[in-house]
């Protein structure tokens, strides 16, 4: 059955750090994977996603995000945090028409 | 371009009584869902409409009917509310693989 895990409910991470979100997946064939964000009271936000090509993914408002086939893990990163950056982080998986989402991880930077 | 748009924003309900969650997207999208959120659980599939005139069943179908009324408008009733339905609500719309989520509604059954 098609999977997502993100391990860690909450990441702390002071502003101006790096930081890094985790995703794990188990989907059969080749994973569709996505990064969405949430701030409070509002819909999710699509970040960018994974469908073939290049490992490195690169979205929006300076995210990116690492596809590893190995690991089977799909973990967003930033450069460089900022406190705006604060939010709840879904990573999610897609097969025909179905999408699943996981658990989610609130972020927050530290000023 | 309004993007997606969800009626009402808030609602509550007694135990048993009945209500629609309208849904509408202006984008043209031929897919269209409706989700739940709840802490801790994170997004789960209710019903999900591939295309117009087509429904089927996500993770947590049951208690929950849908109607695809045309491209743009895909509605969500609860025939008999019951407390395990309070949650916050979220219709989405595809295009290319991404997912286009309308403000939710926030629902509440006592």
């Known amino acids: 059955a098609q999977s997502v895990a993100q391990p860690e409910d909450q990441v702390n991470v002071a502003e101006g750090n790096p930081l890094t979100v985790k995703c794990t997946y188990s989907?059969?064939?080749?994973?569709?994977l996505f990064w969405y964000v949430q701030y409070p009271n509002r819909g999710l936000q699509f970040l960018l996603k994974?469908?073939?090509?290049?490992?490195l993914v690169k979205g929006s408002y300076g995210f990116e995000a690492e596809f590893n086939k190995s690991q089977t893990s799909f973990h967003l990163k930033k450069p460089s945090a900022l406190v705006s950056d604060s939010a709840l982080y879904f990573c999610?998986?897609?097969?025909?028409?179905?999408?699943?989402f996981g658990t989610g991880t609130r972020l927050k930077v530290l000023a | 371009n309004a993007g997606v748009t969800q009626t009402p924003k808030f609602q509550v309900l007694k135990t048993g009584q009945s209500m629609t969650l309208q849904c509408a997207q202006d984008?043209?999208?031929?897919?269209m869902y409706w989700y739940r959120q709840d802490p801790g659980m994170g997004l789960r599939l209710i019903y999900y409409?591939?295309?117009?005139?087509?429904?089927d069943k996500g993770e947590v179908p049951n208690g929950y009917n849908v109607s695809r009324l045309n491209k743009r408008e895909f509605s969500l009733r609860l025939e008999s509310a019951a407390p395990s339905q309070t949650s916050v609500y979220f219709c989405?719309?595809?295009?290319?693989?991404?997912?286009?989520f309308g403000p939710g509604t926030r629902l509440t059954v006592t």
């Open positions: 994974y469908i073939t090509g290049d490992n």
């Open positions: 989907v059969s064939g080749n994973p569709y």
């Open positions: 409409s591939a295309s117009e005139g087509t429904t």
């Open positions: 984008m043209n999208h031929n897919s």
């Open positions: 989405a719309s595809t295009l290319q693989g991404e997912q286009y």
């Open positions: 999610a998986s897609s097969g025909t028409y179905k999408y699943i």
